[in-house]
């Protein structure tokens, strides 16, 4: 079983930056592949990225992308989501998930943190 804390969200003006981390515990990290997801009020949960086990593989949605970047330490089981450049529509709850290679579908998730970001 995986546990994934996420941590890092706060309230940040539009154009700044923040990073989010999620330091996860009871599993193999450096085996599992890695995913940023975020849901806005009133809106469907959506992927922002994820990064597979080999540094620099990584996917973003085409909203991120240029201004998201997603990595790994797999030393301190940590994935960090460093957010660029952040719009209000950015703001949401943000979470992060893993699943092995194989799965098509994320099999642990963290509770998730809050990004706001003010116009």
């Known amino acids: 079983q995986v546990q994934l804390v996420e941590s890092g969200g706060g309230l940040v003006q539009a154009g700044g930056s923040l990073r989010l981390s999620c330091a996860a515990s009871?599993?193999?990290?450096?085996?599992?592949?890695m995913g940023w997801f975020r849901q806005a009020p009133g809106k469907e949960r959506e992927f922002v990225g994820d990064?597979?086990?080999?540094?620099?593989?990584?996917h973003y949605a085409d909203s991120v992308k240029g201004r998201f970047t997603i990595s790994r330490d797999n030393a301190k089981n940590t994935v960090y989501l460093q957010m660029n450049s952040l719009k209000p529509e950015d703001t949401a709850v943000y979470y992060c998930?893993?699943?092995?290679?194989?799965?098509?579908?994320?099999?642990?998730w963290g509770q998730g943190t809050q990004v706001t970001v003010s116009s």
């Open positions: 990064i597979r086990r080999s540094v620099g593989s990584t």
């Open positions: 998930a893993a699943r092995a290679l194989s799965n098509a579908e994320y099999d642990y």
């Open positions: 009871g599993g193999t990290f450096s085996s599992y592949v």
